[in-house]
C-alpha cells in the first residue's frame, strides 16, 4: 500500500487538504505468458505538481465545526442555509445523495410494481398511483404501530437522512430540517404512502428523534475513522458498524464501486479497474485501486476535543430536544356520558430558546361508560406551543395553545377536532431535567362539547440540555 501524507510545509494546497488522506491499494494478478512480471508502481506518482488534479476528482464529507461561517451567522440561529449554503456547506454532495436516496426507493417501488399481486399485495386494478392519491387524502391518522417501529426503526431512519446533509458540511439545524423534509415528502407522503396511510407520529418521531440518533451516529463515526476505522482492533467490525451508522454513504460507496467511477458523491471513495503495462514487450496486468477519500474540513489533525469546542459556539443543538412522561387527570364534558380519570402522558418537542417551545402531546387513559360500566378507551394527541415568563429564574410560568383531537375505541371513525389552551409552570432542576405542570381546557368546535384536563411531566432535553 502506497500512503501519500502531504507536506503542508512545501505547497498551500497540500496546507488545504492536510486533513485529507488519499489511500491507493494496489492488487495485481499478471497475464505474462514468458515471466512472472515485477511489481509495478501505483500510476500515476503522486507529487506537489499533480495533486490538485488527483484531489480534484476525489469524493470528500465536510464537518461544520472546521467551517467559518460569517461572524454574525448565529445572530439568526435558526436561519435556513439548506438551500442557500454561504459558509462552505457542500450543497453538490447533498444533492447527489439525495438523488441516489430517491433513486434507490422509487426503483423499489417500480420493482415491487412490476410484481405479482399475490406477492406485492397491491391492487393492479385500483392502480398504485390511486392507492397513493387515497392514502395521502386520508392522512395523516395517529397509527398504531409497535413501540419498537415507532422509537427505534423511524428514529434511526431519520438518523440515516440527518447524516445526508451533517456529513454534507451542514450544521445541525439545517441537518434537522433536512431529516425533516424528506421523512415528510420522501417517505411519508412518498414511498410509504404506496403502502398505508401518512402517520402522525411518524411525522414527528422520525425527525425529532432521528436528530439526536444521527448526531450521536455522527460523531460515533468520526470517532471510529480516528481510531483507524476499526473497533476492538478488527477492520471488519469496524467496516460493518460503519455501514449500519450511515447506509446511504455505504451504498453509495457500492455503486460506485460496481460501476468503477464516481456516480454519487459518497464519503469513502471508489474502486476502479485498470489493465498497465508491466514492460516493453506488450505484457500487462490488472490492476484494481481503491480510492479512498474522507475529508473533515481544511487542515489541522483531527480532535475529538477541537469537535466538541467548535460545536458549543451554535446555540442550536440536540440540547433542544425534550421528551417527557408524566401522568394527569380529565374531566370530560357530562355529554360523552363518560367518567373522567387518570391519564399517562408523553410528549416530544422543541425548546427554540427559554421562551418558546413547541411539542407534540398524547394523553392515554382506560375510563368507564356512564350508562354501561364498560371500559372505554380514551386518548388524545394535540400539537402546542409555549410561551415562558420570568426566563433567568428556574421557576418560569407559561401559556400553552393548540390544537388536537380526541378519539375514543382507539377507532379514527370515533375522532373529533380539537381546539385548547392553558397555563402551566416550568421547573429547571438542571440542564438535562426539568418538571412541568399545566391546565388546559379543550373544546370541540364540531361535538360542541368542552374538557378539563389536568398533567405533570418530567421533561429530559437531550445532549448537553438547556444552555
Not at 377 to 382: V, W
Not at 407 to 436: E, P, R, S, T, V
Request: glycine residues 10%.
Amino acid at each position: 500500500m502506497n500512503v501519500f501524507k502531504p507536506n503542508n510545509k512545501k505547497n498551500n494546497f497540500l496546507t488545504k487538504y492536510a486533513k485529507s488522506c488519499l489511500c491507493f491499494v494496489a492488487v495485481s494478478s499478471s497475464f505474462n505468458t514468458h515471466a512472472n512480471s515485477t511489481p509495478v508502481e501505483l500510476k500515476p506518482a503522486i507529487s506537489t505538481e499533480n495533486i490538485e488534479e488527483v484531489y480534484k476528482k476525489s469524493i470528500t464529507n465536510t464537518s461544520w465545526e472546521n467551517l467559518t461561517p460569517n461572524e454574525d451567522f448565529y445572530q439568526s440561529p435558526y436561519k435556513m442555509s439548506l438551500f442557500n449554503p454561504k459558509s462552505g456547506e457542500d450543497g453538490a454532495r447533498l444533492w447527489s445523495q439525495t438523488s441516489s436516496i430517491f433513486a434507490y426507493g422509487f426503483g423499489v417501488i417500480g420493482l415491487i410494481a412490476l410484481l405479482p399481486e399475490d406477492i406485492s399485495n397491491w391492487d393492479k386494478e385500483e392502480g398504485i398511483f390511486n392507492k397513493w392519491s387515497d392514502n395521502v387524502k386520508e392522512g395523516p391518522v395517529w397509527d398504531r404501530d409497535t413501540g419498537m417501529l415507532n422509537f427505534v426503526g423511524h428514529p434511526y431512519f431519520g438518523g440515516v437522512y440527518y447524516q445526508v446533509a451533517r456529513k454534507s458540511g451542514y450544521r445541525q439545524w439545517d441537518a434537522f430540517l433536512y431529516s425533516t423534509l424528506m421523512s415528510t415528502f420522501y417517505w411519508e407522503y412518498g414511498i410509504e404512502s404506496f403502502a398505508e396511510v401518512p402517520s402522525i407520529q411518524d411525522l414527528v418521531i422520525t425527525p425529532v428523534l432521528g436528530w439526536a440518533y444521527g448526531e450521536w451516529a455522527y460523531n460515533t463515526e468520526m470517532d471510529i475513522r480516528e481510531d483507524g476505522g476499526t473497533i476492538w482492533g478488527s477492520s471488519a467490525l469496524g467496516s460493518t458498524v460503519l455501514a449500519i451508522l450511515d447506509p446511504v454513504d455505504s451504498l453509495s460507496v457500492g455503486v460506485n464501486n460496481l460501476f468503477g467511477r464516481e456516480i454519487i458523491r459518497a464519503g469513502t471513495g471508489f474502486v476502479s479497474f485498470n489493465e498497465v503495462p508491466v514492460d516493453d514487450i506488450g505484457n500487462t496486468e490488472n490492476q484494481i485501486k481503491l480510492n479512498i477519500s474522507l475529508q473533515l474540513g481544511e487542515g489541522g489533525t483531527y480532535s475529538g476535543n477541537h469537535k466538541t469546542y467548535k460545536r458549543v459556539n451554535d446555540p442550536v443543538d440536540t440540547g433542544i430536544i425534550g421528551m417527557s412522561y408524566g401522568v394527569g387527570h380529565i374531566e370530560l364534558d357530562e355529554s360523552w356520558m363518560i367518567e373522567g380519570g387518570t391519564t399517562t402522558e408523553y410528549t416530544l418537542g422543541l425548546y427554540f430558546s427559554k421562551q418558546f417551545s413547541s411539542r407534540v402531546s398524547y394523553s392515554k387513559a382506560q375510563l368507564t361508560e356512564i350508562q354501561t360500566n364498560q371500559p372505554i378507551a380514551y386518548e388524545s394527541y394535540r400539537l402546542n406551543g409555549q410561551y415562558y415568563f420570568n426566563t433567568e429564574s428556574n421557576f418560569r410560568p407559561y401559556i400553552t395553545a393548540g390544537f388536537g383531537e380526541i378519539m375514543w375505541k382507539k377507532d379514527n371513525d370515533y375522532k373529533k377536532l380539537q381546539l385548547n389552551g392553558g397555563i402551566g409552570m416550568h421547573y429547571k432542576i438542571n440542564n438535562n431535567f426539568a418538571i412541568q405542570a399545566d391546565w388546559r381546557h379543550h373544546y370541540s368546535t364540531n361535538a360542541k362539547t368542552s374538557e378539563n384536563a389536568f398533567a405533570t411531566n418530567l421533561i429530559y432535553f437531550f445532549g448537553t440540555g438547556e444552555r
